[in-house]
Antibody
Framework: QVQLVQSGSELKQPGASVKVSCKASGYTFTRYAMNWVRQAPGQGLEWMGW????????TYAQGFTGRFVFSLGTSVSTAYLQISSLKAEDTAVYYC???????????WGQGTLVTVSS | EIVLTQSPGTLSLSPGERATLSCRAS???????LAWYQQKPGQSPRLLIYGASSRATGVPDRFSGSGSGTDFTLTISRLEPEDFAVYYCQQYGSSPETFGQGTKVEIK
């Protein structure tokens, strides 16, 4: 069965960096895109962008350029989200979600809570 | 960017009642690339509907989607206790993908 397992919660100080992992299993990793979605506390869903798991090319939504980097791991079937120069407003749950060829997100990771606080 | 507006913000209904959720787009959604997700507290979103009207695997047939162009609807024919949750629409026909702000279906 398809599974996306994300790394655990993180507590970081402002200015630090964080790297969230998303390990996929149960399907051929390179046949589907990987999307990243942010959900701030008590708020809705916000699409951050996606990475082509074949080529490694990343596309970022407006507002997620510069400090946000999507990448693929050298180990099997893992996608990463790295956020640098963390700010308090980056506090959120970050989800990875498998993207179907037409674009909808059919499987989601369990989410990773990133808390930025001094 | 396509803005999706969901209404109502909150729907207060009793189990067994019919729920009708609306999602209106600021411009036409190409190829009816409109999805609906359900999210319960502390859980990840779950795909219910894609392509405006196709049910995802394992989704009960009391959930149905309809619409095209700029107006879309998610209908839950008879609410079960497990259906009380927040529902989001998403358009994936043009970049950037966008989500609506959500409709909360709560127990009356």
């Amino acid at each position: 069965q398809v599974q996306l397992v994300q790394s655990g919660s993180e507590l970081k100080q402002p200015g630090a960096s964080v790297k969230v992992s998303c390990k996929a299993s149960g399907y051929t990793f390179t046949r589907y895109a990987m999307n990243w979605v942010r959900q701030a506390p008590g708020q809705g869903l916000e699409w951050m962008g996606w990475i082509n798991t074949n080529t490694g090319k990343a596309t970022y939504a407006q507002g997620f350029t510069g400090r946000f980097v999507f990448s693929l791991g050298t180990s099997v079937s893992t996608a990463y989200l790295q956020i640098s120069s963390l700010k308090a407003e980056d506090t959120a749950v970050y989800y990875c979600a498998r993207g179907d060829s037409t674009g909808y997100d059919d499987y989601w990771g369990q989410g990773t809570l990133v808390t930025v606080s001094s | 960017e396509i803005v999706l507006t969901q209404s109502p913000g909150t729907l207060s209904l009793s189990p067994g009642e019919r729920a009708t959720l609306s999602c209106r787009a600021s411009q036409s959604v190409s190829s009816s690339y409109l999805a609906w997700y359900q999210q319960k507290p502390g859980q990840s979103p779950r795909l219910l509907i894609y392509g405006a009207s196709s049910r995802a695997t394992g989704v009960p047939d009391r959930f149905s989607g309809s619409g095209s162009g700029t107006d879309f609807t998610l209908t839950i024919s008879r609410l079960e206790p497990e259906d009380f949750a927040v529902y989001y629409c998403q358009q994936y026909g043009s970049s950037p993908e966008t989500f609506g702000q959500g409709t909360k279906v709560e127990i009356k």
